[in-house]
């Protein structure tokens, strides 16, 4: 397929790197900072363009890669005649696109990207389009990168993004405290490795549910005050901590 790519940062570049591994060809790349686009147009041997208005009006795939808040007002500047205009945002409505080009949707890729990963790799992607024969276009890209295309329309998607936001931001920032505690007190972080290897094998095979341990599953309230008094002089930490309890004891009816 012909991709047209506009944005430059992680998804642009990751998603660029990857259609093109796969045999589809970037025709043009945009960027607003004309630097990152020519630096991208190089790597991937193809054309960048300065001014929106440049870059061709048909391909198979215009993918608009640019921060959420500023896609609307970037693609109402295009002037597609041929093709499908896409975002990549899980929570943005499609309906954004509406009246640029007559076939449009979404293509999200739901993984944490950052500019340096040389392709996408494994990554669910979900997808969706206003009219069949865009679905079918956005759909044969999707699966020539992923072997987990699922389509959801505006709201499931936001609902998916809520969920990606808990399971993999909200976990990373939890890892990335216990690491700097960790770290505080000279206490080797990769230990911990095979434990948070072992629930993610765990909820692979049953609900969260009965993957579930600790103190707080047990209603062991004096592990639980033992671990409070060590936090503190980490106001963050303890919060957190106290919130986790909390839900886990509900949960599990020591309440
Ligand atoms: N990164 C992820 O993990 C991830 C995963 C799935 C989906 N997404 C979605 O992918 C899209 C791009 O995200 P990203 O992570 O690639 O963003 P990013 O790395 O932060 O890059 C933002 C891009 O938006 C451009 N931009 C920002 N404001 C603009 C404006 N007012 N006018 C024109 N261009 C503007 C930036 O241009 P400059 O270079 O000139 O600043 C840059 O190309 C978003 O919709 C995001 O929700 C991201």
Request: glycine share 6%; net charge negative.
């Amino acid at each position: 397929m012909d991709v047209v790519l506009i944005g430059a940062g992680n998804v642009g570049t990751v998603l660029g790197r990857t259609f093109k591994q796969v045999g589809h060809a970037i025709t043009a790349i945009w960027n607003r900072d004309s630097e990152k686009a020519k630096q991208l147009a190089d790597e991937l041997g193809t054309v960048a363009v300065e001014d929106l208005k440049e870059l061709p009006q048909k391909a198979d795939i215009f993918l608009l890669a640019v921060s959420d808040k500023s896609i609307q007002e970037v693609a109402h500047q295009l002037t597609i005649t041929a093709g499908v205009l896409v975002h990549a945002a899980g929570a943005v409505s499609k309906e954004v696109l509406q009246g640029v080009s007559n076939d449009y949707g979404v293509i999200w890729p739901m993984k944490m990207i950052r500019s340096h990963m040389s392709s996408l790799g494994s990554s669910a992607i979900i997808i969706d389009a206003n009219s069949a024969s865009a679905l079918q276009v956005i759909e044969s890209l999707a699966e020539s990168i992923s072997r987990q295309v699922s389509r959801a329309d505006d709201d499931k998607r936001l609902q998916m993004h809520l969920i990606a936001a808990i399971t993999s931001n909200f976990t990373n920032h939890l890892y990335h405290l216990a690491s700097d505690y960790a770290k505080e007190k000279e206490i080797d972080f990769s230990l911990f490795y095979p434990l948070i290897e072992g629930v993610i094998a765990q909820i692979k095979v049953q609900d969260p549910e009965k993957a579930q341990a600790g103190p707080a599953f047990r209603g062991d309230r004096v592990t639980i005050e033992k671990h409070r008094s060590l936090l503190a002089d980490e106001p963050v930490l303890l919060k957190i901590y106290d919130e986790m309890t909390q839900s886990i004891l509900h949960k599990f009816g020591h309440q």
